[in-house]
């Protein structure tokens, strides 16, 4: 278990609410880039819920707690959390006021609700006196492999910090992380130099890794570059259906005004 001290007081309000109703919920986003160490601050509380009846009343009372409004299409249903959408809202109770939260039940490149809860970081916070439970830091990259600009160098820190903190005694799977998802050319020289017998064990996912040439960094650039453009135009794909089914919501509720 890992401990923290850098979640704000709303930010607070909104997690002991959920757990104060038993809602099964991950954080994501800017608030676990932040206790990842990757992120200094972030404005909003963004959720992954396993979005079964029970949990989602769970998590319609601890919205209505939070006085959370839905702000946007699409409407606060769990068939839309369960197509992929996200629901989005702003708080109006004053503890959290003007607190935007968004909640999904899916994430693309991400395995299904219970298999991200059976993986996830229980982080602790001393101050508080309370536990988070946060998406796995492997999820969050993986979720991370988005159309935004932000995202990729985010997902830069986030291999950088969990090498930082972690170099001194890694263990098998924190040594595929990083050869699987480093971004960053020298830190993966490093690792090349440091772990060549795991290099087999990532190639299938990262197949350049065997004929890397380790003095050509320009190489290892254009590399990751086009790693990166396969998975925004994967993003792209798997969004436009989502996108053009909010533009005919948007349309519908325009025409019952």
């Known amino acids: 278990m890992q401990e923290a001290h850098l979640i704000p007081n709303p930010i607070l309000r909104v ?10 919920h991950l954080l994501i986003g800017g608030q676990a ?47 839309f959390l369960q197509r992929g959408h996200a629901i989005h809202f702003r708080c109006q109770h004053p503890d959290v006021s003007g607190l935007r939260i968004d909640v999904m039940s899916k994430l693309r490149g991400c395995d299904p609700f219970e298999v991200l809860w059976q993986r996830r970081t229980t ?22 492999k988005t159309q935004r600009d932000k995202d990729w160098p985010m997902i830069r820190r986030l291999v950088e910090a969990h090498y930082d903190q972690n170099q001194d005694s890694p263990n098998d799977a924190m040594i595929h992380f990083w050869l699987r998802e480093s971004r960053t050319p020298t830190m993966l020289v490093e690792l090349l130099h440091r772990f060549p017998n795991t290099i087999p ?3 299938s996912e990262r197949p350049w890794l065997n004929s ?13 570059r086009v790693e990166e453009d396969e998975q ?11 996108k053009e089914e909010l533009e005919l919501l948007r349309l519908n509720r325009q025409r019952r005004k």
């Open 15 to 24: 997690l002991s609410t959920l757990s104060c109703h038993m809602v099964r």
């Open 33 to 79: 880039c932040v206790l990842y160490g990757a992120a200094e601050f972030s404005r909003d509380c963004d959720l992954v819920v396993l979005a079964d009846e029970e949990n989602f009343r769970n998590l319609k009372a601890a919205l209505d707690e939070l006085q959370a409004d839905c702000i946007a299409v699409p409407d606060f249903k769990a068939e």
């Open 123 to 144: 982080i602790h916070d001393p101050d508080a006196d309370a536990d988070y439970e946060v998406l796995a830091i492997e999820d969050l990259v993986r979720a991370k």
């Open 201 to 203: 064990a990532v190639a």
């Open 212 to 224: 890397l040439d380790i003095t050509d960094m320009k190489q290892i650039e254009l590399l990751l």
């Open 232 to 242: 925004r135009q994967e993003d792209e794909k798997y969004w436009k259906p989502l």
